[in-house]
Each structure stands twice: as C-alpha cells, then as structure tokens.
C-alpha cells in the first residue's frame, strides 16, 4: 500500500502562482494530479510517468501549468501560474502501480476573483 501526502494548496488571487506537491511512501510508475471542482466531476489535470514522460495536459490548464517529478524523492509537483476563479477545486495526486491506483486525501486551492 503506497499511501500519498499532498500540500501546497491555499487561498490566492486572481493571476497569482501556487505550487502543489506530492510525497508518495513508495514507488510508483505513473504520478498525476487530477482535480474536483464543487458540483464536478474529478477531472485528470496531468500525469507523469518514471521516465519522465507526460501525459496532456487539460486544455484548460494548458500553458499554465507544469509537473515535474522527483523520482530519488518519490515526489511529483504542479507549479500552476496564472491562477483563475475556475482553478478552484480538491487537487488529488494518484499514484499507480500496475494494476493498482493509490489516491492522497486532497489539498484545496481556491481562487479569488
């Protein structure tokens, strides 16, 4: 069991920059963020793979935000810049592993018009 801590969410502004990020408690293949919104859908933001490799981005976020790994650290970061009122939502990180898929408990990121 890969158990996945994520921090860096809080209450910013309009164009402001935030930078999330995920420790997860063992290997993973794929790392990712995905992100819910009130009244949505979990949605995938984008993953990354052990080698580096990316999945597409949302287009929504496309532009904006960067992940990037850490793989002797088993951590995966969002950078997102230019932040909007429609960013806000839970930011979950997922680790997979094979056929398993792991889930951290979220951090809130909310955006002020």
């Known amino acids: 069991q890969v158990q996945l801590v994520e921090s860096g969410g809080g209450l910013v502004q309009t164009g402001w920059s935030l930078r999330l990020s995920c420790v997860a408690s063992?290997?993973?293949?794929?790392m990712g963020w995905f992100r819910q919104a009130p009244g949505k859908e979990r949605e995938s933001v984008v993953s990354?793979?052990?080698?580096?490799?990316?999945?597409r981005y949302a287009d929504s976020v496309k532009g904006r935000f960067t992940i990037s790994r850490d793989n002797a650290k088993n951590t995966v970061d969002l950078q997102m810049k230019s932040l909007k009122p429609e960013d806000t939502a839970v930011y979950y990180c997922?680790?997979?592993?094979?056929?398993?898929?792991?889930w951290g408990q979220g951090t809130q990121v909310t955006v002020s018009s």
């Open positions: 063992g290997h993973t293949f794929s």
């Open positions: 990354i793979t052990w080698t580096g490799g990316s999945s």
């Open positions: 997922r680790g997979t592993y094979g056929s398993a898929s792991y």
